[in-house]
């Protein structure tokens, strides 16, 4: 996740990519479509699950595109070694695959989203920069049946022994999709404090993103998915 200091101040250092794909014609139109972007670099490509974490772990990249079906190593083993080491980096599913056990699974793993394959350029583009920034990148559709999975399983633990209120407030907000303007506006303090709010949860709880610490206060039952 791109730092919120950087984030605040507008500063123009690219997001950086990992391309993770078996076939090198998906890698090499998938990089032509990046690099078309001022504001996006890809530093580096992997065909499997195991040179994907060789890579994440030498070039630390902000974000980093990962494909579901590959041999050795699937993306959805690959991408929760690669979230034990760097939580802050932001995995998003790119595949061809829509089945809602590979959905839940690589969620589980620490994907914070997950695009069809058959994406428009633009949802691909908006979909990098949301996960760049610790936001989540799911299709609504796809984002209440996993409401609906994960609350099926809640382990309630009391949420003061993780976060302030405050920060829970800011939690709770953020579950429902709410820009971090729309979140400032609703609880009436700045963006920029949202934005201390939100890095500082993600700290707490050892998460990259915005659906991994969604997640995780709905299985700790602190987060009522009906309100969301």
Known sequence: MLDADTLESGATAPITLLLVDDHPVVRKGTRELLETEPDLRVVGEASSGEEAI??????NPHVI???VSMPGMNGIDATRAIKAEQPGV????????????????????GAAGYLLKN?????????????????SALHPSVAR????????HTTPTPPEDDLSPREL???????????????????????????VHLANIFSKLGVGSRTEAVLHGIKRGWID???I
């Open 169 to 195: 407030e800011v939690l709770r907000v953020a579950a429902t999709g709410r820009t971090n303007k729309e979140i400032a506006r609703d609880l009436e303090i700045s963006p920029r404090t949202v934005q």
């Open 54 to 59: 060789l890579r994440a772990r030498a070039l």
């Open 90 to 109: 932001g995995v998003l599913v790119l595949t061809s695959y829509d089945d809602e056990a590979y959905v839940f699974a690589l969620l589980e793993a």
């Open 119 to 135: 994406a428009s350029e633009d949802d691909l583009l908006g979909a990098v920069r949301a996960v760049a920034a610790g936001e």
């Open 65 to 67: 595109l990962m494909d």
């Open 225 to 227: 998915p009906q309100s």
């Open 145 to 152: 049946k996993v409401l609906e999975r994960f609350s099926a």
